[in-house]
């Protein structure tokens, strides 16, 4: 009896499990689907809109929806062409108020206005080195896109769970199995082009850069791994900076452990610039030797499961 109420209570948890995570990732879905579509507006008003100035004739705050709740954000009223339009309008540094001119982007097809977002130029630039990612070449667009994906993801993963749950089909864990071996896969192959464009990358920076000598402002280094219970040191891996200014920017690179430990501020450092990619490295900097890392484990992992799934599957067959 007792056996079979811990078996009901367990059961209850993944079952409140399940439907708790696929509420929470059907909210992530919907929410990064919204930006998607806002940011792919957007662009789509930035390839084919035009800049217009306007005049404002009336600021309101209304909520249309739920970022006017939370955003710095008014409505502007405004005559163009012998009609009155209006439109959202978030307030980064200025105040827009009545009788001030500001530029917008406007489409004739939609007949619509869109605020143009600048991007102010950063005081700071980090080396692409510096946590690498191919993903930080890919427009927002994209990203969400992607966003979007994964979240499907992990909602089939988990309606799935909470189907064999219910109705013991376990096709549906077959299935599941399946899609996780294809997403390792993909990861694996992902993970390896993106080590192999880091060196590329490295290389040309190798190759093509100028050198040039700096005066270090600051070093800074950043833990990789979390510490252990002894907070010995030996088994921590760490990431190691040092920036400095170049054209009115501070300017962050990677550097070398030797060269962390010996560089004070105001000491002077040898690197390499290339001005095609607008970034700087040490010299003799020997790049990320733990990149190859993530590559191999998901490539493990997709052996692993593709194993278990394909030859399992025929010993049950058997």
Not at 39 to 61: A, C, D, H, P, W
Not at 68 to 76: F, L, T, V
Not at 102 to 122: A, G, K, T
Not at 255 to 265: N, S
Request: with cysteine; hydrophobic share 40%; aromatic share 16%.
């Amino acid at each position: 009896m007792f056996g079979r109420i811990l078996h009901f209570l367990g059961k209850l948890y993944q079952i409140v499990f399940a439907l708790v995570m696929i509420a929470v990732s059907a909210g992530a879905a919907w929410l990064i689907w919204y930006f998607y579509e806002d940011e792919k507006l957007q662009n789509r008003f930035i390839r084919e809109g035009k800049m217009v100035q306007v005049k404002v004739s009336e600021t309101t705050y209304e909520q249309h929806d739920w970022r006017d709740r939370i955003g710095n954000s008014h409505y502007i009223h405004f005559p163009y062409q012998g009609k009155t339009y209006t439109t959202r309008y978030v307030f980064d540094t200025a105040w827009v108020s009545v009788g001030d001119r500001v530029r917008l982007l406007y489409h004739p097809q939609l007949d619509q206005f869109r605020q143009i977002h600048v991007e102010r130029p950063p005081s700071r630039v980090v080396s692409p080195l510096i946590e690498w990612s191919t993903t930080k070449g890919l427009s927002l667009e994209h990203k969400l896109l992607g966003g979007v994906i994964l979240a499907v993801c992990f909602i089939f993963f988990f309606a799935g769970s909470l189907l064999v749950l219910l109705t013991g089909w376990t096709f549906i864990t077959i299935l599941a199995r399946g899609l996780l071996v294809l997403v390792l896969g993909a990861l694996a192959v992902f993970f390896t082009y993106d080590t192999i464009q880091y060196y590329n990358y490295w290389n040309r920076l190798r190759d093509n850069g100028r050198p040039m000598t700096v005066t270090v402002e600051g070093t800074d280094r950043h833990s990789l791994s979390r510490r252990s219970r002894t907070r010995s040191s030996s088994f921590r891996q760490y990431r190691y900076e040092a920036s400095f200014r170049y054209r009115n920017q501070t300017r962050i690179i990677p550097i070398g452990e030797q060269d962390y430990d010996r560089l004070k501020p105001k000491d002077r450092l040898e690197v390499l610039y290339d001005p095609a990619l607008d970034d700087f490295m040490p010299v003799g900097y020997a790049g990320d030797r733990f990149k190859v890392l993530l590559p191999l484990f998901f490539l493990a992992l997709f052996l692993i499961f593709g194993w278990n799934l394909v030859f399992k599957k025929e010993a049950k067959g058997r």
